[in-house]
């Protein structure tokens, strides 16, 4: 069966540090890989998507970046974190735009 | 997001049925999807309608009519654990699901 790993599931950094978050999909093979981001009392925002290895879709432009090294690996990152970076991120997987499968979510506090 | 519309709130009483119902843009569909989400956890999905009509799974019913681009999730014999917010989400093929802020359902006592 597939599962989908997120680490940490919390997460408390003071501005300007770099930031780091990691999911990976197990029992399946080139996914659909997704970042979201839910702020308090809002809806998931769509951050990336990425469909192989090194192919990364951006959503909306900010202090964020991720990447693909391997198949069922997706890194969200950011060298600078600002106070606004706080949220919920959320990281999901789907095959052949089926429905998605959630991470249990990384609850990031930028203080 | 997708034009998607569904009311942001609703309230419903322990042991009833409550139905949130979910208006679409229809141009592009490709299927409906929805999803529950408790307060600090991530979405878990609930149903996929691609076909007219009433897909039941348990206590939880899904409908669709893609001619009135309509849908609607029906939950029966309601518990206080259905507190949630209910998301409704299009799928339009070959781009990532789009979610909005979803229906907050409070069930009361």
């Known amino acids: 069966s597939q599962t989908i790993h997120q680490w940490p599931a919390t997460l408390v950094q003071p501005v300007g540090s770099p930031l780091s978050l990691e999911c990976t999909v197990e029992?399946?093979?080139?996914?659909?890989l997704y970042w979201y981001r839910q702020a308090a009392g809002r809806g998931l925002q769509l951050l990336f998507y990425?469909?192989?290895?090194?192919?990364i879709s951006s959503e909306v432009p900010q202090n964020l970046s991720a990447s693909r090294p391997q198949d069922r690996q997706f890194i969200l990152s950011s060298k600078k974190l600002l106070l606004s970076d706080s949220g919920f991120y959320l990281c999901a997987w789907s095959v052949s735009n089926t429905e998605a499968f959630f991470g249990q979510g990384t609850r990031l506090t930028v203080v | 997001g997708q034009n998607i519309d569904q009311p942001t709130e609703m309230t419903a009483t322990e042991g009833a049925i409550v139905q949130i119902n979910c208006t679409y843009q229809?141009?592009?569909?490709?299927?409906l999807f929805w999803y529950q989400q408790h307060a600090g956890e991530a979405p878990t999905f609930l149903s996929y309608n691609v076909l007219d009509g009433l897909e039941e799974k348990g206590r939880f019913s899904s409908f669709l009519s893609r001619s009135k681009g309509y849908s609607y999730l029906l939950l029966k014999e309601l518990q206080m654990k259905d507190s949630a917010s209910y998301l409704c989400?299009?799928?339009?093929?070959?781009?990532?699901?789009?979610f909005g802020k979803g229906t907050r359902l409070s069930v009361i006592a």
């Open positions: 989400v299009r799928n339009s093929g070959n781009t990532p699901l789009v």
């Open positions: 229809t141009s592009g569909f490709n299927g």
């Open positions: 029992g399946t093979s080139n996914p659909n």
């Open positions: 990425s469909v192989g290895i090194g192919q």
